[in-house]
């Protein structure tokens, strides 16, 4: 797909604008600090771009100013005493070096243990734990599937998790296809799921509209409450370099 790409500046602010073959224009705002991204059709101009944006200039504050005043961890040393999430309970990390190969234990309500190789470094401590949590999300995916592939009357063909920068969740509508963002296994159970009913609604309807709220509204009434949860919780230290 051709693809052009500039920045603009609306009212101060810097606009990303990418066009693309694409039929309507999308205005994103993205963490940690609210960047703005525009996708937009390939023949609208820079103009009407700015009056777009001029029109969602309230929405696009307001989105800013909560990624503003979200919490934030710190980079991650992965050594023992640091806060870990492990859906949206706040663990304290206790590591245990020995002579074997990587893992974690849960203990009790109140600390993680990270087993590792003696003199393992920072990069494989990590390594060991997002690979536990991306097993611990697989665990939880297959019965909540289950529960709305049903109230939904649809199949989702395939799940991938994968490290995500700016979304909780993406979907292939035509192929029933769902990404799952890793950080979703840090999350409250209800923000998994809200992520699964929001991906698996776009199946139906492809565009956040009023059809699509009705939709959300009609089978998960309290997705708002749990979208703002999602969005108050602790976000990972990131570089935050994507698109």
Not at 77 to 106: F, I, N, P, Q, T
Request: with cysteine; hydrophobic share 40%; charged share 30%.
């Amino acid at each position: 797909m051709n693809t052009e790409e500039r920045v603009v500046a609306v009212h101060g602010l810097p606009v990303r604008v990418v066009r693309k073959a694409i039929r309507n224009l999308h205005i994103g705002v993205y963490p940690p600090d609210g960047r703005v991204r525009v996708a937009a059709p390939l023949r609208v101009s820079d103009g009407a771009v700015r009056l777009a944006v001029i029109g969602k200039l309230g929405w696009i504050r307001r989105h800013q100013m909560r990624f503003a005043a979200q919490q934030r961890q710190s980079a991650r040393e992965m050594v023992s005493g640091e806060s870990h999430y492990y859906l949206g309970r706040r663990y304290r990390l206790r590591v245990v070096e020995h002579d074997r190969a990587g893992r974690v234990m849960l203990r009790g309500n109140t600390t993680l243990e990270l087993h590792v190789p003696c003199r393992a470094g920072v990069e494989y401590r990590t390594r060991v734990l997002l690979g536990w949590y991306r097993k611990r999300l697989r665990e939880l995916i297959p019965p909540l599937l289950a529960k709305w592939e049903a109230k939904l009357d649809t199949q989702v063909s395939n799940v991938g998790i994968k490290r995500m920068k700016t979304k909780w969740g993406s979907c292939n509508a035509e192929a029933h296809r769902i990404w799952l963002n890793l950080e979703l296994a840090k999350k409250p159970i209800q923000c998994l799921e809200y992520i699964i009913v929001h991906e698996m609604v776009h199946f139906t309807e492809r565009h956040h509209d009023g059809r699509f709220t009705a939709l959300m509204d009609e089978h998960l009434p309290r997705w708002r409450a749990y979208r703002d949860e999602l969005n108050h919780t602790p976000l990972a230290h990131e570089s935050w370099d994507g698109h």
